[in-house]
């Protein structure tokens, strides 16, 4: 894997879009507010110094009407203010398969748009990636979309992921003491009285964690060793790891 981190700005540029796409959770801020957007998409195209067939400006439209926008000649010349937030989602939704990218990384694209425009825009991500036969890293805390949209999961506390498996795994019977904390802690439509269980405690300060386990002021399977190191990430079966030192084993 490539560290994106280290990269020079040319470099970065380069493995951007064609490669990987990025979309973010606020599209107002992620959109330039002083171009229409359709110059704002045609820019893929000019900084890879790529010609797709048909010119810039059809491929724009053909991306417009991909993703849902009415009338896209007329819109594509549009300023980001004049659309609502769901129609700017599905703009950044188009950039960012405008060059068929392998790797799509959504950063809780949904979180400030209303339940149903979420729906839309989950859905709308679903098919265009699979259109353009792309992989997609999304990131959320909502479990609903995890369950309706994963393959594969990675659960994350203070910045580091405590357990990998794959979505039926981890919904069925999960490893870790905070995923299992977190799905007790959803509300279930199957039962009138299941009770919600709330993780014990608060998130920690990211930049004073406790030592050892970040978790374990949190855990009730907690023990002196937790406090003293912190666990890796080990393998729990396959295809599943945890960072845990005593995980929740199935009964
Ligand atoms: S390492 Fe210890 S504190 Fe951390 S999650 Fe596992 S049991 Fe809990």
Not at 44 to 57: A, E, K
Request: with cysteine; proline share 8%.
């Amino acid at each position: 894997m490539v560290k994106s981190t280290r990269l020079r700005p040319c470099s970065r540029r380069d493995l951007c879009g064609d490669r990987v796409a990025l979309i973010f959770q606020d599209a107002l801020a992620a959109l330039n507010p002083v171009y229409p957007i359709g110059w704002q998409i045609a820019e893929m195209f000019r900084i890879h110094g790529l010609q797709p067939d048909g010119g810039v400006d059809r491929a724009v439209i053909d991306l417009l009407t991909a993703v849902g926008i009415p009338d896209p000649a007329r819109r594509a010349k549009q300023y980001p203010h004049e659309f609502s937030g769901g129609m700017r989602q599905r703009i950044m939704i188009a950039m960012a398969v405008a060059l068929e990218p392998d790797v799509i990384i959504a950063d809780e694209p949904t979180t400030a748009l209303d339940v149903t425009i979420q729906a839309q825009i989950i859905d709308l991500l679903d098919r265009v990636r699979k259109r353009s036969d792309a992989g997609m890293i999304f990131i959320t805390h909502d479990l609903g979309v995890v369950a309706e949209l994963a393959d594969r999961v990675g659960v994350m506390y203070a910045g580091r992921i405590v357990e990998t498996a794959n979505v039926f795994e981890l919904f069925e019977d999960a490893r870790h003491p905070y995923s299992v904390g977190l799905l007790a802690s959803q509300p279930r439509m199957d039962s009138e009285d299941a009770e919600l269980v709330a993780i014990a405690g608060s998130a920690p300060n990211p930049v004073a964690l406790p030592s050892g386990c970040a978790f374990r002021t949190r855990c009730s399977r907690a023990r002196e060793l937790c406090a003293q190191i912190v666990p890796p990430l080990e393998i729990m079966g396959p295809g599943r790891q945890a960072a845990c030192h005593f995980p929740v084993l199935p009964a």
